[in-house]
């Protein structure tokens, strides 16, 4: 193919001609959230007034999803290297290694907004952004998870959004033939007026084949890959940069569509093009579309680029420049390739059948121009495009307030009562899960139907016979965050390690999907704050790094925000997968132990029990004993070696007795427990506890080596049909019926 | 036509369609477990290697699109299918490859959205069905495969459920049934019994521990003892 030769363009002024007056521009920059200051700047570091499609440029580049600009001063604080790390936080995704060189690529990201608009296309789409953003790496993906956060069942909505939320995951996870194999989810009336949508993918890569997006060498072809453009998602980043208001919920014009069949053909065109060799740059059309991925492909080649929106394969008609760069369109890839290897690139998405169009070249400089129509609407400089967005230190409250206790809540009652309601609240997924397909890829050991960490291989044309696998958790536990940002933070790290230690793993690095309300109120900036430096703390005493993640704010409808949710993903390696240890057990005989820290100090105003039941003391998080945390995680890790131990699991929401009923779903076995007692020991929520089942017992050698930690033997499990705790005796079906039904909106 | 006498020898062909996803899975059982040579063929050629069986994998053929399966139909490569089916040469179509061959109208039926409208991902019981399944590799009356699929309810007129049945290319009913299909079915072949099809997936079944058990190599096995007149256990 010969060099393409570009049509003359039109001077500028001809754009200015239709340029913009300074009165007109106040009510423009309102509704492209671009502050008086922030206009002045952008001015000046352009030297002329922008056009109308450069004022859109900028609203997207600099708007709070796309710039962090209110969370890249805190974000600084993470520890993001190890000797785990081989790429850290600013790719498309974080990468460490699990064994020579084959690595682990992943991040987590959020699509809260549109999932409130259009719970389907909306969650749909959220996995396909997460998939791009992975296998634009090189990566080819080997997991999904997701994290959901909900409103209370019966707020308005809430039925429709969670199941076209569940549908939209399981339909693009299942047709594009990734695995979904993880998550979590709650339900709570602070995510009435927005719920959380996160998504994570991790995939697997070599680690010479990483990929990073770099469009040098003047000349190269500029390649527009994938779906055609419409007027979806313009403006999705800046949306996802507003809060609702009950009477303008968002804008449905603002919502992307998804196409999973076409993501499938886009993610093999992609890996098969990079094994190739076949391209220099390449770049995901995700927020902000074509404006993103050309802007920061030119920032990281530090080359300019000229780019023909003519040339752009379109799905509407009468598509303006603005229009074409905001687009959020789905499943659009944007390549750079040199022309000598543009035949063969062209032949491998000529396999795949993808549309695809060169639409511009790398050129000198340092400028991003833009024609349309014979007329150039973009003439800006790349870096304050992309390098200048406006960092904020924005006000913090000086302290947080200690959240007071609930007046009116009911007392306990029973045990029986209690475990019902708290295992009604947080019980089986079963209805989300069997809507994902878990098991494609044959690599999926462990996964959402046992509830702990999921459990990958990774032998075959990753590490041939190899034993060792991949162990993914999601966790955050917003109750405690919302009582101490920083504890809470703490916990949700130590969780997913825990639940990686559990299943026999060991935590290898961290991605994270920061959730928060209005960046505006500094209690809301306070509550980010100090959820950074508590994941920092954590992350740092494990020694396991921060190398992606993803912020979220203004989830806030009405002035009233979300608890804080800083939702943490961890990858981590199992050295032997036929030694993990499941989360949920198929045996009904066995004795019942569980480890806790040796002074333990069990709460209930912090735990589920909480939020259902009265308490005394107001809430307050005990400092974490990292010794302990370390020591225990260490300590069930190594009885993942002995055969006789038939289940792990970390006690998480509802405390010892619901983890316990959980690790005994499958078989809905009797139990018997006489060494736990009290509201405290039954349902109190501590650091560093593990509920295990032993088919035999556990010896004292083991024992002997717990300095911080006690391991009890506190009952055993049968095949009655009766849970007997302390003096108190109930049917087991009730408290399995509660855990199964937990999904149930009637 | 040249019978096959050791499955380690079968040259299978694997189609390849835009949205076909189960596809390396299926090259990794059969390879792996069996040291089968797979041969992929991409749905745009018109012509069939040197093979002796062929698989048409799971996944969203097309997106879906129209209807699963009907695009892939009208692929060129199935031309080809239809000629080789002719001559007896045995395919085996699993859940997105049984929807194409019902399709193709190589198999009898057709295959509706699950009864409750939700895509199902799980275990699934199954007891053999066919008689003629009485030997060889058939060590087991009831074996566990995951399916998973959002359109797998088999559906066909009393007429042609009936025929099924009487002449035995009833491959294996589910039980407890997952999605409303009539009579249970959860596969059938046609009448040669060469042309198999089935929603479960046996290529997800071949290990221990991925799946708690191996029952798919049981079914693989029958697939070419029946239906190549090979023997598995040679």
Redesign the interface.
């Known amino acids: 193919m010969s060099k393409i030769t570009f049509r003359d363009v039109t001077s500028i002024a001809k754009a200015f001609d239709a340029g913009l007056m300074p009165d007109e521009i106040k009510a423009l920059l309102k509704r492209h959230k671009i502050t008086d200051d922030e206009y002045q700047k952008l001015e000046s570091s352009i030297g002329r007034k922008p056009t109308m499609a450069e004022l859109g440029v900028f609203s997207a580049m600099w708007s709070e999803h796309c710039s962090y600009k209110s969370s890249r001063v805190h974000l600084r604080r993470f520890p993001t290297t190890g000797k785990h790390v081989v790429v850290g936080p600013g790719e498309n995704a974080g990468v460490v290694r699990l064994e020579g060189d084959v690595c682990l690529a992943f991040k987590m990201e959020s699509h809260n907004h549109p999932s409130f608009i259009e719970p389907y296309q909306g969650a749909a789409t959220g996995v396909g952004g997460i998939l791009r953003d992975v296998f634009c790496m090189g990566a080819r993906p080997i997991a999904n998870l997701n994290c959901l956060r909900f409103g209370k069942r019966t707020a308005d909505r809430m039925r429709f959004l969670f199941e076209n939320v569940v ?1 939209g995951i ?2 693009y996870g ?4 990734v695995p979904t194999v993880g998550g979590n989810v709650s339900f709570d009336d602070r995510y009435n007026g927005n719920i959380l949508v996160n998504a994570m993918t991790v995939g697997m890569i070599r680690e010479n084949e990483i990929f990073k997006g770099f469009a040098s060498g003047v000349g190269n072809y500029l390649v527009y890959a994938g779906s055609a453009t419409g007027r979806d998602g313009v403006h999705g980043a800046t949306m996802a940069s507003d809060s609702f208001s009950s009477s303008s919920a968002g804008s449905k014009t603002t919502i992307q569509v998804g ?4 993501e ?2 886009l993610l093999e065109a992609t890996l098969e093009l990079l094994r190739k060799n076949l391209v220099v740059g390449l770049q995901d059309m995700g927020a902000a579309g074509l404006t993103s991925s050309s802007f920061e492909m030119a920032a990281r080649a530090e080359s300019g680029l000229y780019v023909e929106l003519d040339r752009i394969p379109v799905r509407a008609k009468g598509l303006n420049a603005y229009e074409m760069l905001l687009s959020e369109s789905q499943e659009r890839m944007l390549l750079v390739v040199t022309p000598e290897k543009w035949p063969a690139a062209q032949a491998v998405l000529s ?3 993808i549309d695809f169009a060169v639409i511009g070249e790398v050129t000198n400089g340092n400028r991003v121009k833009i024609a349309h129509k014979g007329v150039l609407e973009v003439d800006l400089p790349v870096a304050p495009v992309v390098d200048s967005a406006p960092k904020y230190e924005r006000p913090m409250s000086s302290a947080r307030k200690v959240p007071a206790l609930k007046p009116d809540l009911p007392k306990s009652e029973s045990v029986e009562k209690t475990l019902f309601t708290l295992l009604a609240d947080n019980g089986s997924m079963k209805w989300i ?13 462990l996964s959402s139907r046992q509830g702990g960490a999921a459990v990958l ?1 990774a032998d ?1 044309e990753w590490l041939g016979n190899s034993k060792i696998g991949v162990v993914i958790s999601t966790a955050c536990d917003e109750l405690k965050c919302d009582i101490d940002p920083f504890k809470g933070s703490e916990h949700s790290v130590l969780k997913c390690a825990r639940m990686i230690s559990a299943a026999g793993g060991e935590p290898l690095g961290v991605t994270d999907c920061l959730n928060f309300g209005n960046p505006m109120n500094p209690e809301v900036m306070r509550e980010i704050s100090d959820s950074i430096d508590g994941i920092a703390q954590a992350c740092r005493k494990l020694e396991v790094p921060v190398v992606s993640g993803n912020v979220s704010l203004y989830n806030e409808t009405d002035g009233i925000s979300i608890r804080p949710t800083p939702m943490i993903g961890m990858v981590g390696k199992i050295g032997d ?2 030694q993990r240890k499941p989360a949920t057990i198929s045996a009904s005989n066995g004795s019942v132990y569980i480890l806790t820290p040796s002074t333990p100090s069990a709460k209930l105003n912090t735990a589920a029990y909480g939020k259902f039941f009265a308490t005394t003391q107001s809430p307050k998080i005990n400092d974490v004993d990292y010794a302990q945390e370390l020591e225990a995680m260490d300590f069930v890790r190594s009885l993942s070696k002995e055969s006789s131990v038939l289940g792990v699991r970390d006690v998480g929401r509802g405390g010892p007795l619901a983890t316990l009923a959980k690790m005994l779903v499958s078989t809905e076995a009797g139990v018997e427990i006489s060494g736990l007692s009290g509201d405290e020991g039954l349902f109190g929520e501590n650091q560093g506890t593990y509920v295990i089942i032993c088919s035999g017992d556990i010896s004292k050698e083991y024992q002997a080596k717990l300095k911080h930690s006690k391991l009890q033997h506190v009952g055993r499990i049968n095949e009655s049909k009766t849970w007997r705790v302390g003096n108190e005796e109930f049917p087991s079906s009730s408290i399995y019926r509660a855990f199964n039904t937990s999904l149930d909106f009637t | 036509m040249q019978k096959i006498t050791s499955i380690g020898r079968t040259r299978v062909g694997l189609i390849q369609f835009p949205g076909s996803n189960c596809d390396e899975d299926c090259v990794v059982a059969l390879n792996r477990h069996f040291g089968l040579e797979v041969t992929k063929i991409w749905h745009r050629q018109t012509k069939l290697p040197a093979v002796d069986a062929i698989v048409i994998p799971g996944g969203f053929s097309f997106g879906d699109y129209l209807r699963c399966g009907g695009l892939a139909a009208l692929s060129p490569i199935m031309d080809e299918i239809r000629a080789v089916a002719q001559k007896g040469m045995p395919i085996i179509g699993i859940c997105n490859g049984f929807q194409i061959l019902v399709e193709t109208h190589l198999l009898e039926g057709a295959l509706l959205p699950n009864a409750h409208g939700r895509f199902v991902c799980q275990r699934q019981g199954l007891v053999w069905s066919m008689k003629s399944m009485n030997s060889g590799a058939n060590t087991k009356a009831t074996i566990s495969l995951p399916i998973a699929h959002g359109e797998g309810r088999f559906h066909a007129d009393p007429h042609t459920v009936e025929k099924l049945k009487e002449e035995d290319r009833v491959l294996f009913t589910y039980a407890p049934n997952p999605n409303g299909s009539v009579g249970d079915i959860a596969g059938i072949c046609d009448k040669s019994g060469r042309i198999w099809g089935m929603m479960p997936h046996p290529e997800r079944a071949m290990e221990e521990i991925t799946s708690g058990n191996e029952d798919g190599q049981l079914v693989w096995k029958a697939f070419f003892e029946h239906a190549m007149g090979g023997d598995a256990n040679k």
């Open positions: 549908k399981g339909d299942n047709c594009i033939g196409d999973p069949f076409a499938k053909l396999h795949w059948e899960t069997d809507q994902f397909d878990q098991d494609i890829g044959i690599r999926t050991v291989k075959g997968i036929s």
